[in-house]
């Protein structure tokens, strides 16, 4: 059973928006989640995750100030709006749970994964 399923991606033109949602299959809880993405060619990298309980966000410096991540507590999801994208968004989107209390900005941190939705970002 997959335990996070990513939905939301597709082809957009540079400039427009995208909100990529995350279900969890389960109801373990994981004290953040987070949002990766892989580039072809590219090692996976982080882009933004937020703490369950504060609310504490962070973000790649890449997206600051583009992308916001957010979360429902009544239903588990996690989002991550896109804003303003660029070319270079354009990557494989990953959702993260069973996150470890290590560094939240490495993948390493997280025990459980979706399979991704293809972002696509068009000039």
């Known amino acids: 059973q997959v335990p996070l399923v990513e939905s939301g991606g597709g082809l957009v033109q540079a400039g427009n928006s995208l909100r990529l949602s995350c279900a969890p299959s389960?109801?373990?809880?994981?004290?953040?989640m987070g949002w990766f993405r892989q580039a072809p060619g590219k090692e996976r990298e982080f882009v933004a995750a937020i703490t369950w309980v504060m609310g504490t966000e962070y973000y790649a410096d890449s997206v600051k100030g583009r992308f916001s991540v957010s979360r429902d507590l009544g239903t588990n999801f996690l989002y991550l709006q896109m804003n303003s994208l660029k070319l270079e968004d354009t990557a494989v989107y990953y959702c993260?749970?069973?996150?470890?209390?290590?560094?939240?900005?490495?993948?390493?941190?997280?025990?459980?994964w979706g399979q991704g939705t293809q972002v696509t970002v068009s000039s």
């Open positions: 389960g109801r373990t809880f994981s004290a953040a």
């Open positions: 993260a749970s069973g996150y470890s209390g290590a560094n939240i900005y490495t993948r390493e941190s997280y025990d459980w």
